[in-house]
């Protein structure tokens, strides 16, 4: 399965994730700090 790791751009939070769990912050936000996060803060692995 794809990795990607998230970085928060607001609370620099860095998340090792996959697929499901980058659509679900790309719609609901960081899970630490609940800013809005966009494409960018996600780097594929
Ligand atoms: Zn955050």
């Known amino acids: 399965m794809t990795t990607y790791l998230f970085t928060c751009q607001a609370c620099g939070q ?17 899970p630490v700090c609940t800013e809005s996060v966009d494409a960018a803060a996600f780097e594929q692995e």
Not at 14 to 30: D, Q, V
């Open 14 to 30: 860095e998340i090792e994730i996959n697929g499901p769990m980058r659509e679900a912050i790309l719609s609901s936000g960081c």
